[in-house]
Nanobody, 125 residues
Framework: QVQLLEFGGGSVQAEGSLRVSCAPS????????MGWFRQAPGKEREGVAV???????TYDDSVKGRFTISRDSAKSTLYLQIDSLKPDATGMYHC???????????????????WGPGTQITVSP
């Protein structure tokens, strides 16, 4: 059974840092395109960072320089390091898996098949 489970969220003050993790199971995640998506209150879920099976990373322009996606191949764990947190980073963070990353669509949620329930990050001013 395929499962994705996020953890590591919490409440932090602006300009702080946080790392969230995603533990996949039931499939070989290293062969998949893995992404992090954020859903802010009252907004649609949006892609923020993606990492392909070959390690290539892609970021939404709004998070470049502050968010870093990585994966630990040995443990199959996916990470999202968030630095210089701003209040607009508040939201539910979900990890997701897709069979492949496609240029131009890899930050779109429709491409992804498997989803975790999410972990909440709240940034206070």
């Amino acid at each position: 059974q395929v499962q994705l489970l996020e953890f590591g969220g919490g409440s932090v003050q602006a300009e702080g840092s946080l790392r969230v993790s995603c533990a996949p199971s039931g499939f070989t995640s290293g062969r998949y395109c893995m992404g992090w998506f954020r859903q802010a209150p009252g907004k649609e879920r949006e892609g923020v960072a993606v990492i392909d099976s070959d390690g290539t990373t892609t970021y939404d322009d709004s998070v470049k320089g502050r968010f870093t996606i990585s994966r630990d191949s040995a443990k199959s764990t996916l990470y999202l390091q968030i630095d210089s947190l701003k209040p607009d980073a508040t939201g539910m963070y979900h990890c997701a898996a897709a069979r492949a990353c496609y240029i131009g669509t890899m930050l779109r949620q429709a491409q992804y098949t498997y989803w975790g329930p999410g972990t909440q990050i709240t940034v206070s001013p």
